[in-house]
């Protein structure tokens, strides 16, 4: 697949099929990815938390707060993104600047994973809803957590849907 194959096939999905397992060198190839992402001063602020088994059951049931993400528990891996410190260069560049590069960093990332996640067939989907406390104990993590990613192969019965985005003109603006 080509990136723009990638793109267009990528999708949140939200109905695994939960009797297939994630092969340990699919789930290797997308941290590889993972771990090429680029990130401010190349400090890569983030880890990356893989669960399965009795972990990822228990990260999902932290997903599903208030009736959210019940698909999550169908999901046979997730892979939890928290904060780690900024390198020092990063760390003065983000003051001085007053830009938030950790949260562009953990972005970019996890658009990596999700791209390579594709690429093997695999569905994922984004999750910002969680209990961040409840995710940080199941991990054994100090920092805050900032996105969990669900992983696995979608359902048979959940097909490619259509991508409803802005149009190019409304999003793109050129100037000379």
Known sequence: MNFTEIATNRQSCRKYDAS??????????ILQ????????CNGQPYRLTVCTGESA???????????????????????????????????????LKKNDYRSMDIGIVAAYLTAEAT????????LG?????AVR????????VRLVITLGYAAADDPLREKKRKRLEDLVQYRE
């Not at 690429?119 to 984004?126: E, N, S």
């Open 33 to 40: 990815a993972a771990r090429l992402a680029p990130s401010a």
């Open 57 to 95: 059951k228990a990260v999902a049931k932290a997903t599903m707060g208030m009736g959210m993400n019940r698909f999550a528990k169908d999901a046979p891996v997730l892979i939890v993104l928290s904060e780690e410190p900024y390198v020092k260069t990063a760390a003065a560049g983000s003051k």
């Open 129 to 133: 809803w969680f209990d961040d406390a």
């Open 119 to 126: 690429a093997q067939g695999l569905g994922t989907c984004i």
């Open 137 to 144: 104990k199941i991990c054994d993590l100090d920092a805050p």
């Open 20 to 29: 297939k397992v994630v092969e340990a060198e699919k789930v290797q190839a």
